[in-house]
C-alpha cells in the first residue's frame, strides 16, 4: 500500500465529506473508521443552505433533499403571544442555490456519501479500525490503529482528525479543548404526533422560547423531534423515562399530554474550541476541533465547512498547484470563524430562548418587518456570512 495517502479517522458527515471532496479532486484516501459500520445515531438534523451548495457539489445534495423535508421558512414563537415572528429564506434566494434547510437525520448523509465513494479506485474505507496514536516527521504521518484486539500502524502523506468530541488524534496531538460544559443537559424526545393538526400555520422548524422551559419543535421525514433543556436535579436515568420525557411534552400544547414516544435521548451540552486546528500535517475537522450547543444547527453544518475549506486547500497543495503554506490558512479562517461566529451566535441563540422575552420578542419583530435587516439576519442565521467572513480572515 502507498503511503501516498490523506488519512482520515472517522466517518462521520465532516470525514466523509472530506473524503468525497479530496476523491474528486484526485487525492487517494483511506478513511479509518473504529465503529464496525456507519453510525445510526439521530443527532444532527439541519442542513443548510451554503452546506447544501457544497453537497451539490460532492454529488450528495440532491439524495439528501429526496429523503428530507425542505423547510424554505422557520419561525419563534413563545408561550405567551404564540407566533414572534417567521422568517423565509426565499429572501436570499440570490445568494445560494438551496434557498431553504433541508431536515433530514445525519446518518441518510453519511449513507448517500459512502455510497458515492465506494466504487472509486483512491477511495478506501475500513471499519473496525480505532486511531489511537499519532507520530510525524516532515516527510508523512504514522497513526497507531487498534484493529481486532491488535495495534497496526498505517502511514499518509496528511492526517485529518475528523474522530469526533473525544478525538483520539487531538488527543494524541497535545491540543486542549478550551471552553466549557453547561450544567444543564439536552433531552431529545421523538414522536410520530402531527403538530401540523394542533398548531395552525406551524413550520418544519420552530424555536419556542420561554423562561421556564423553552424548547424547539424539529420536523424530520415522518418523525418530530422536541428538545428540552433539562436543569432540574435528577439522575440521567430519571430524566430519561418516559413519565419524564411526557411530562415535558405536556408543555407543548396545552391539553395533549400523552404522546406516542419513538426515542429518548439526553446529551451533555458543551462550548469547545480546540486551541489550533492544525499540528504539522494533522488537522482537526468537525466535532473534534469545535463542540456547541444545537441552538441554530451549526455543529455538523460547520464541521462540513471546515471540511471543504480544508481539502479544497489539500488538493492544491497535493498537485503542487500551491506551497505548503496555503494550509496554514485552514486554521486561521476556520479557527477564527468558529470562535467568533458559530460559538458566539449558539450562545446567543441559547440565551435569547431563555430569557425573560420582551427585548428578544422586540427586536425580532423589528427584524421580521425591515427587508434589509431581514436579509441580514437571513445570511447570519443560514451560515453564508460566516464562509464570507473566514474567507476575510486569512
Ligand atoms: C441532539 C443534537 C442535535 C444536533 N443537531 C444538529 C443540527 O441540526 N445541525 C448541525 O449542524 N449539528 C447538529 N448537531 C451536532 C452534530 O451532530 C455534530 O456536529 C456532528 O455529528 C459532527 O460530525 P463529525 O463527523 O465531526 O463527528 P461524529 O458525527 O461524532 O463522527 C465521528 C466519527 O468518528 C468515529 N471515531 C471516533 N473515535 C474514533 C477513533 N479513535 N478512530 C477512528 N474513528 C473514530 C466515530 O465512530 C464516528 O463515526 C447536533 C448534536 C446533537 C447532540
Given at each position: 500500500m502507498s503511503n501516498e495517502r490523506v488519512l482520515i479517522a472517522g466517518a462521520g458527515p465532516v470525514g466523509l465529506a472530506a473524503a468525497a471532496n479530496l476523491v474528486r479532486r484526485g487525492v487517494p484516501v483511506t478513511v479509518l473508521e473504529a465503529?464496525?459500520?456507519?453510525?445510526?445515531?439521530?443527532?444532527a438534523s439541519t442542513f443548510h443552505p451554503p452546506t447544501l451548495d457544497m453537497l451539490h457539489t460532492l454529488g450528495a445534495a440532491q439524495p439528501l433533499i429526496a429523503q428530507g423535508l425542505k423547510a424554505p421558512q422557520f419561525q419563534y414563537r413563545n408561550k405567551?403571544?404564540?407566533?414572534l415572528a417567521q422568517f423565509d429564506f426565499g429572501a436570499i434566494a440570490?445568494?445560494?442555490?438551496?434557498p431553504y434547510r433541508v431536515q433530514c437525520e445525519q446518518s441518510k448523509l453519511t449513507r448517500i456519501l459512502l455510497d458515492g465513494l465506494?466504487?472509486?479506485?483512491?477511495f478506501e474505507i475500513a471499519f473496525g479500525?480505532?486511531?489511537?496514536g499519532v507520530t510525524q516527521d516532515g516527510a508523512g504521518v504514522e497513526v497507531a490503529i487498534e484493529r481486532n484486539g491488535k495495534t497496526e500502524r498505517r502511514a499518509g502523506r496528511f492526517l485529518i482528525g475528523?474522530?469526533?468530541?473525544?478525538s483520539a488524534v487531538r488527543h494524541a496531538l497535545g491540543i486542549e479543548f478550551e471552553g466549557f460544559t453547561w450544567p444543564d443537559r439536552l433531552l431529545v424526545v421523538s414522536t410520530p404526533f402531527d403538530f401540523h393538526s394542533v398548531i395552525?400555520?406551524?413550520?418544519?422548524v420552530n424555536y419556542v422560547a420561554d423562561p421556564v422551559r423553552w424548547h424547539f419543535l424539529l420536523q424530520i421525514p415522518e418523525l418530530w423531534r422536541i428538545m428540552f433543556l433539562v436543569n432540574e436535579d435528577g439522575s440521567d436515568e430519571r430524566v430519561q423515562t418516559r413519565g419524564f420525557a411526557q411530562s415535558l411534552m405536556?408543555?407543548?400544547?396545552?391539553?395533549?399530554?400523552?404522546y406516542d414516544i419513538d426515542h429518548i435521548t439526553l446529551y451533555k451540552v458543551h462550548q469547545r474550541v480546540a486551541k489550533?486546528?492544525?499540528?504539522g500535517r494533522a488537522f482537526l475537522v468537525g466535532d473534534a476541533a469545535h463542540i456547541n450547543n444545537p441552538l441554530g444547527g451549526m455543529g455538523m453544518n460547520g464541521g462540513i465547512h471546515d471540511a471543504i475549506n480544508l481539502t479544497d486547500r489539500l488538493a492544491e497543495v497535493w498537485h503542487g498547484?500551491?506551497?505548503?503554506?496555503?494550509?496554514?490558512r485552514f486554521d486561521k479562517q476556520r479557527r477564527g470563524v468558529t470562535l467568533e461566529y458559530i460559538q458566539k451566535y449558539t450562545i446567543q441563540n441559547k440565551q435569547n430562548l431563555e430569557s425573560p422575552g420582551d427585548e428578544f420578542r422586540q427586536n425580532l419583530q423589528a427584524i421580521a418587518a425591515d427587508a434589509a435587516r431581514t436579509r441580514d439576519y437571513l445570511m447570519r442565521v443560514s451560515m453564508i456570512a460566516s464562509l464570507a467572513r473566514a474567507a476575510e480572515l486569512g
Amino acid at each position: 500500500m502507498s503511503n501516498e495517502r490523506v488519512l482520515i479517522a472517522g466517518a462521520g458527515p465532516v470525514g466523509l465529506a472530506a473524503a468525497a471532496n479530496l476523491v474528486r479532486r484526485g487525492v487517494p484516501v483511506t478513511v479509518l473508521e473504529a465503529g464496525a459500520g456507519l453510525s445510526e445515531e439521530s443527532r444532527a438534523s439541519t442542513f443548510h443552505p451554503p452546506t447544501l451548495d457544497m453537497l451539490h457539489t460532492l454529488g450528495a445534495a440532491q439524495p439528501l433533499i429526496a429523503q428530507g423535508l425542505k423547510a424554505p421558512q422557520f419561525q419563534y414563537r413563545n408561550k405567551a403571544h404564540g407566533l414572534l415572528a417567521q422568517f423565509d429564506f426565499g429572501a436570499i434566494a440570490d445568494a445560494t442555490q438551496h434557498p431553504y434547510r433541508v431536515q433530514c437525520e445525519q446518518s441518510k448523509l453519511t449513507r448517500i456519501l459512502l455510497d458515492g465513494l465506494h466504487h472509486e479506485p483512491n477511495f478506501e474505507i475500513a471499519f473496525g479500525s480505532e486511531v489511537a496514536g499519532v507520530t510525524q516527521d516532515g516527510a508523512g504521518v504514522e497513526v497507531a490503529i487498534e484493529r481486532n484486539g491488535k495495534t497496526e500502524r498505517r502511514a499518509g502523506r496528511f492526517l485529518i482528525g475528523a474522530d469526533g468530541a473525544s478525538s483520539a488524534v487531538r488527543h494524541a496531538l497535545g491540543i486542549e479543548f478550551e471552553g466549557f460544559t453547561w450544567p444543564d443537559r439536552l433531552l431529545v424526545v421523538s414522536t410520530p404526533f402531527d403538530f401540523h393538526s394542533v398548531i395552525p400555520g406551524l413550520t418544519a422548524v420552530n424555536y419556542v422560547a420561554d423562561p421556564v422551559r423553552w424548547h424547539f419543535l424539529l420536523q424530520i421525514p415522518e418523525l418530530w423531534r422536541i428538545m428540552f433543556l433539562v436543569n432540574e436535579d435528577g439522575s440521567d436515568e430519571r430524566v430519561q423515562t418516559r413519565g419524564f420525557a411526557q411530562s415535558l411534552m405536556s408543555t407543548v400544547v396545552p391539553g395533549i399530554s400523552n404522546y406516542d414516544i419513538d426515542h429518548i435521548t439526553l446529551y451533555k451540552v458543551h462550548q469547545r474550541v480546540a486551541k489550533t486546528f492544525q499540528r504539522g500535517r494533522a488537522f482537526l475537522v468537525g466535532d473534534a476541533a469545535h463542540i456547541n450547543n444545537p441552538l441554530g444547527g451549526m455543529g455538523m453544518n460547520g464541521g462540513i465547512h471546515d471540511a471543504i475549506n480544508l481539502t479544497d486547500r489539500l488538493a492544491e497543495v497535493w498537485h503542487g498547484e500551491k506551497p505548503a503554506a496555503e494550509l496554514d490558512r485552514f486554521d486561521k479562517q476556520r479557527r477564527g470563524v468558529t470562535l467568533e461566529y458559530i460559538q458566539k451566535y449558539t450562545i446567543q441563540n441559547k440565551q435569547n430562548l431563555e430569557s425573560p422575552g420582551d427585548e428578544f420578542r422586540q427586536n425580532l419583530q423589528a427584524i421580521a418587518a425591515d427587508a434589509a435587516r431581514t436579509r441580514d439576519y437571513l445570511m447570519r442565521v443560514s451560515m453564508i456570512a460566516s464562509l464570507a467572513r473566514a474567507a476575510e480572515l486569512g
